[in-house]
């Protein structure tokens, strides 16, 4: 139980930091949230629950090949904003597209051999 807690309060502390960090100053708040604090934290947690490095190989693979399409909601979302699309429409669409784009990956994928 004491895991969680420590997993969530860890998770919760790294998403407030992008948060304040980023009312200063977009792009350092931008650095911090680009790195793979996130895949690296859960990456850490999966070894530590499981000590199998091949649970960990293959989430880091995961996580390598979801990047390309996650970079879709990156492109849309500011060109949305900046045409003054309502930021709640902004976030729903961009969303959309990164969900549909993560589907066609996967599908693109799958052609090639390489199974989800």
Do not use: H
Request: no cysteine.
């Amino acid at each position: 139980m004491i895991r969680y807690i420590i997993k969530i309060l860890v998770s919760a502390v790294l998403i407030t930091l992008v948060s304040e960090v980023s009312k200063k100053t977009g792009y350092l708040g931008g650095l911090i949230a680009s790195l793979p604090i996130t895949s690296m934290l859960a990456l850490f947690w999966l070894y530590n629950d499981t000590k199998n490095s091949d649970k960990v190989a293959e989430l880091s693979i995961g996580i390598l090949l979801f990047v390309i399409p996650s970079m879709v909601f990156f492109i849309v979302l500011p060109i949305l904003l900046k045409k003054e699309l309502n930021f709640y429409l902004a976030l729903i669409i961009s969303s959309g597209i990164m969900v549909s784009s993560y589907a066609l990956f996967s599908l693109i994928l799958s052609r090639f051999g390489i199974k989800i």
